[in-house]
């Protein structure tokens, strides 16, 4: 299990621009992937450098097993890492590259050798142990990274964007091939990424990282349906969640989101707090989580259509406020089936309790949490 | 003829033009250190050398196999001296964030673009100071102050060119920062080792200055030293058939050495530019 406590750094002559991990807390439990997703700067290699002891934290415990291994040499920590740029030994052949973890544990030639074979066997690269790594295709060279972080059976494997610079197809394959070899050998694993979809797709928990600090750590459907903040919410998801900005209101006893465009009635079991009333708030929902809907129907809005666009698996359809008084778009998605054009006027509406708000006052904090 | 050819016989006639001075000149230096000039025949007297110690209108110069010892035993001390020296230390301004860094590195430049002759008389005095005149060590130590900024520069081009994520590996791989060094920054920056290690035996092997000003025993001399003691002593008539026949000796190394690494260096170059 590995403990993040409290976790900052500061680069050196960085101080007064702020700090690249600031106070940073995650549990990761054996055998768990995780993955750390967020914008760019926002602190993700820092903390996987931080956890290889590339880099010493400015304070803050990390734990491996309830040991603090703030000064552990990265050698002694027993983890296998891939680096962006696969940082292969160019002098080295594939099979001495993915046997220099072994070799410098002292393990004898012959011994190391065997090893490596085996793990390039799982890997699927044991034709190519007697090549250079100039003589490999980015994708095998990536699995040359692979099998060198594994041949050495690390208690924790450490990925910074490992499949960034792969091409979208491999990138599928990969990832799934990851996944599996992850999954067999039960080593604990954190990538780093800045793709979403790769981060939902291949761990069991997500971590957004956002100016140093973890927004949101949950497995992915909970942080897609559940955000709990604006950062997470607009962070997550494409196409990207629709914002209306609103005021929250009591009216005739009922609570209400009242924006530009239109008026949302709170369904009784999502009443908030009477504190919570007079606030600005951003109303959020996601596109699929809203339908187009029959001109009699309880909450309909009506809207004008600016623009379809063909998906393939569906239709992503932009609508906006007929009166012009909403300034916001309103983006929704529909099966192939709908007919609609642009210039159609339509009545949408919200699918039960699937729409979010968040606090503007209280840096975006969802007011709503569903559990 | 088509335009191609043309154009081929221009560039062949201009630079066959333009080397044959050369040429004339290297034909030169074989006849006069192989013939007589008196006689117009060819003579092998000038070579005589091989087997006995040259002397000649008052010059008196050793024999030359120790000489030839002398050379090569300074050359690659040199070399040695100064690629153990600017490795490491290009890797420490390379890779290290130590106090003085900066300063110590801008240093480093002022004294690799300094002219160094220029302080040859204080440097002089010094070692009369330390009693080391018409010593190797001093000879050693004023050559190599000399030429370490610039090792140390080109080293340090080596070194800025690795990657650091190839040194984390390593250090994740289970080295310590050493060891690192030693097994995988050195393996990269080889050609950059090769080339200061060619620089420095060319520098030692040319040599003749130093040892003009800082050694006044005639056997303790190179042969870039040796060669000039033939060239320079006053009031005599110059014996232009022996100088060109050691001249020809003290070359030959050289452009073998060239035909045979040339396609070496090419590769080395090459395989230096192509990263992973
Ligand atoms: N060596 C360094 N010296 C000073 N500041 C640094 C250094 N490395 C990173 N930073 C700063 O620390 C912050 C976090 O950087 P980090 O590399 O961890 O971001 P990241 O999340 O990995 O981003 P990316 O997705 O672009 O790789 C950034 O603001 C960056 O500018
Ligand atoms: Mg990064």
Redesign the pocket.
């Known amino acids: 299990m590995i403990t993040l406590r409290n976790i900052v750094?500061e680069?050196?002559?960085?101080q007064d621009?702020?700090r690249?991990?600031d106070g940073l807390n995650l549990e990761i439990n054996k055998g768990e992937f995780v993955a750390?997703l967020?914008?760019?700067?926002?602190?993700?290699?820092?903390?996987?450098?931080m956890l290889a002891g590339l880099l010493k934290p400015t304070s803050g415990e990390i734990l491996f097993n309830g040991k603090l291994v703030n000064h552990v040499e990265p050698k002694d920590r027993n983890i296998g890492m891939v680096f962006?740029s696969y940082a292969l030994y160019p002098h080295l052949s594939v099979r001495d590259n993915i046997a220099f973890p072994l070799r410098e544990r002292k393990i004898p030639k012959q011994e190391a050798y065997e090893r490596a074979k085996e793990t390039s066997k799982i890997l699927q690269i044991d034709h190519l142990l007697d090549r250079k790594p100039s003589q490999l295709s980015g994708g095998q060279q990536q699995r040359v990274a692979m099998a060198r972080a594994l041949s050495k059976n690390p208690e924790i494997l450490l990925l910074?964007?490992p499949m960034s610079n792969l091409d979208a197809r491999l990138k599928l394959d990969v990832r799934d091939e990851i996944r599996k070899i992850q999954r067999n050998l039960g080593v604990t694993t954190i990538i780093?990424t800045?793709d979403q979809e790769e981060a939902l797709a291949i761990s069991d928990r997500v971590a957004i990282?956002n100016g140093?600090q973890i927004q949101q750590y949950a497995p992915p459907h909970e942080l897609f349906n559940h955000p709990v903040n604006l950062f997470v919410a607009s962070f997550l998801g494409n196409p990207p969640m629709n914002l209306v900005q609103g005021e929250l209101r009591e009216m005739n006893g009922n609570q209400v989101v009242v924006t530009e465009g239109f008026e949302y009635l709170l369904p009784a079991d999502r009443r908030l707090d009477k504190a919570h009333m007079g606030k600005s708030v951003k109303f959020g929902i996601r596109p699929h989580d809203i339908a187009i809907c029959s001109p009699t129907d309880h909450q309909r809005i009506k809207m004008k259509v600016d623009l379809v666009e063909h998906l393939g698996s569906g239709k992503l359809v932009k609508v906006i406020d007929p009166l012009g008084k909403l300034d916001t778009m309103i983006r929704l998605l529909t099966g192939n089936e709908a007919e609609i054009e642009s210039g159609d006027e339509v009545y949408i509406k919200f699918k039960e309790n699937k729409f979010h708000l968040f606090d503007m006052n209280d840096n975006g904090r969802n007011l709503l949490q569903y559990k | 003829m088509s335009t191609s050819t043309l154009k081929k016989l221009l560039v062949h006639t201009y630079m066959t033009l333009f080397t044959l001075p050369i040429i004339a000149m290297i034909i030169w230096y074989f006849l006069a250190a192989t013939m007589n000039f008196t006689t117009g025949q060819f003579s092998i007297d000038n070579f005589s050398f091989f087997t006995e110690p040259v002397e000649y209108a008052g010059v008196k110069l050793p024999l030359i196999w120790p000489i030839v010892l002398n050379t090569l035993v300074y050359s690659f001390l040199i070399v040695l001296i100064e690629v153990c020296i600017s490795v490491p230390t290009a890797y420490a301004f390379s890779r290290l964030d130590f106090k003085g860094r900066v300063s110590a590195m801008k240093f480093l430049f002022l004294m690799r673009s300094f002219p160094g002759i220029t302080l040859i008389i204080a440097t002089f005095f010094i070692l009369v100071q330390m009693n080391l005149v018409n010593t190797y060590t001093g000879v050693l130590l004023v050559a190599v102050t000399g030429s370490l900024p610039g090792r140390v520069y080109i080293m340090k081009g080596f070194f800025d060119e690795v990657p650091w994520d190839i040194e984390w590996a390593a250090m994740v791989d289970g080295c310590t920062r050493y060891r690192a060094f030693k097994k995988v920054l050195v393996p990269f920056v080889l050609p950059g080792i090769g080339a200061i290690s060619v620089f420095s035996f060319l520098g030692a092997y040319g040599e003749w200055f130093l040892f003009k000003l800082l050694i006044f025993n005639d056997d303790m001399l190179t042969l870039a030293g040796y060669l000039s003691k033939l060239v320079t002593k006053e009031d005599q008539i110059m014996n232009y058939g022996l100088i060109t026949a050691i001249g020809l000796f003290y070359t030959l190394p050289i452009i073998l050495f060239y035909i045979f690494t040339q396609k070496i260096f090419m590769k080395v170059n090459l395989g230096g530019a192509k990263q992973v």
């Open positions: 750094k680069y050196d002559g960085k621009s702020g690249a991990v750390l967020g914008p760019s700067g926002c602190g993700k290699t820092t903390t996987l450098m962006q910074d964007e780093v800045h990282l140093g």
